[in-house]
């Protein structure tokens, strides 16, 4: 009777130890996140209002939502800022973008690009737009061109129109009629 009792202890543990090794994968080995989604959302629309006024509107291809943490991991983000009279200042894009719903901070990253109504192109590995301040801005090295106009650097902050641009480690480059780059001096 003891044998018997010691053989099922050991098939337990052995058993709940099987569990415990299948925990946290998908299909065929692949690995998931330790928190899964309240809702998975295709073709995901989420747009911000002040006043009355739209500020932004955000689209993604997919997004997840996740109520614990009150935020909202996209793919294939685009969003569109606003001016006062609700005209369009410009477009982001970017590969992933996560929204914190609290505040309406969006952090995105993977091919970032923010095109300026004017002609303005920012591009950037990540971003942040801050809900609070009305800026966007980024720690990782940016590019900035209009027109011929190149200026690059290690980070910066400006309005989502990219105007008042503030650039650290300012580098300027001009375009030569002959298509090259030339640092300015």
């Not at 543990?13 to 899964?36: I, K, M, T, W, Y």
């Not at 591009?123 to 942040?128: A, E, Q």
Request: proline letters at 2%; aromatic letters at 4%.
């Amino acid at each position: 009777m003891r044998s018997h009792r010691l053989r099922l202890a050991a098939s337990l543990v052995v058993f709940g130890l099987s569990l415990a090794g299948c925990e946290g994968r998908g299909p065929a080995g692949e690995n998931r996140s330790s928190s899964r989604p309240d809702q998975e959302i295709q073709g995901f629309t989420l747009t911000q209002t002040q006043d009355g006024r739209k500020v932004w509107a955000l689209r993604a291809r997919q997004a997840l939502v996740f109520e614990e943490s009150d935020r909202v991991e996209a793919s294939g983000v685009t969003v569109d800022f606003y001016g006062e009279e609700a005209t369009l200042q410009s477009t982001l894009t970017a590969s992933n973008g996560v929204i914190m719903r609290r505040t309406n901070a969006i952090e995105v990253q993977g091919n970032v690009v923010v095109s300026a109504t004017d002609g303005t192109v920012l591009t950037t590995d990540r971003l942040v737009w801050d809900e609070r301040t009305g800026k966007i801005r980024s720690d990782h090295a940016v590019r900035v061109t209009k027109g011929n106009d190149v200026m690059t650097g290690s980070a910066m902050e400006a309005d989502p129109d990219l105007k008042n641009l503030k650039v650290k480690d300012f580098k300027a480059y001009v375009r030569t009629p002959e298509g090259q780059l030339v640092e300015e001096k």
